[in-house]
């Protein structure tokens, strides 16, 4: 199946819904970021499942099913890079503090070395994660998945009745 320019799968912007999603947890939003969700506005999460709910509410079954799985792969995705960051990215940040420190300050002490290492890599860790990681993407994912969860549940109930 092609996509159009301006389509996306399963009818699923992930920059709309994140924002929309923000505005729901009663994040405050620019007015660009404002201007992207349009009417979508829900103040609590149950306005918000609601959206999902009646958004989805006309697909089939099986394309439920495919949109449940993109969004586990999502979720998946997004932890994966968490925690590749976090065993990859450390280790190299603490050899290279290591080094540079040693070729700057050969005379310091290795306590001295060790403290002054330990916060420049609790600064780098902080600054990956900020920019990589952004935990609200992912619980919006997560929370997605649950609701669309719930609906597939639902739907089997009511088939087996």
Avoid: H
């Avoid at 958004?55 to 495919?66: A, H, Q, R, V, W």
Wanted: proline share 1%; charged share 35%.
């Amino acid at each position: 199946m092609k996509k159009k320019k301006n389509e996306y799968e399963y009818d699923f912007n992930e920059k709309k819904e994140y924002y929309i999603y923000l505005y729901a947890c009663e994040r405050k939003l620019r007015k660009k970021k404002l201007a992207v969700i349009g009417e979508n506005k829900y103040r609590t999460y149950e306005e918000w499942t609601g959206y999902i709910k009646q958004k989805y509410c006309g697909i089939t079954t099986k394309s439920l099913e495919d949109f449940k799985r993109f969004l586990r792969y999502k979720v998946r995705a997004f932890k994966k890079i968490n925690g590749e960051y976090g065993g990859v990215m450390v280790p190299f940040v603490i050899i290279l503090f290591t080094i540079l420190f040693e070729r700057i300050y050969p005379d310091t002490d290795s306590v001295t070395n060790f403290c002054c290492i330990a916060g420049l890599v609790w600064i780098a860790g902080y600054i990956i994660v900020k920019f990589v990681y952004d935990a609200k993407v992912a619980l919006m994912y997560e929370d997605y998945l649950e609701v669309i969860e719930n609906m597939l549940e639902k739907r089997t109930m009511e088939e087996k009745k």
